[in-house]
């Protein structure tokens, strides 16, 4: 296997990279199923609040007790928000300390 100079650091950058986007994907997560359900929702003519259920007939089968918890769930994103923001710091301190390191050592090319 060849060695690139530089490999190492694109690898570095790909785990970066992609601890990133499953730090936002966490943090948004509860959007996905809020999403969802008012997709289904308005795709069957359906009501859809946080207030309480109403009846939605998909397929002869009442789902309106399922959407409503879909929707509700996107107030998960009370936790999730603070939770990826700690995170994304955390992240960005993580960054910093590793770059700032490997900036300092001395290369023995």
């Known amino acids: 296997m060849i060695d690139f100079p530089g490999g190492s650091r694109h690898r570095l950058a790909w785990r970066y990279g992609l601890a990133l986007v499953a730090i936002t ?19 069957n003519s359906c009501t859809l609040d ?25 107030w998960l994103m009370i936790f999730t928000l603070p939770i990826g923001a700690g995170l994304f710091v955390l992240w960005l301190l993580v960054l910093v300390v590793h770059s700032w390191r490997r900036r300092k050592r001395p290369s023995f090319d």
């Open 50 to 74: 946080e207030g309480n259920p109403h009846p939605c007939l998909i397929l002869s089968s009442d789902a309106g007790q399922t959407l409503y918890n879909m929707a509700v769930g996107g």
């Open 25 to 43: 994907f966490f943090a948004f997560l509860p959007l996905l199923s809020l999403f969802a359900a008012s997709l289904v929702a308005s795709a």
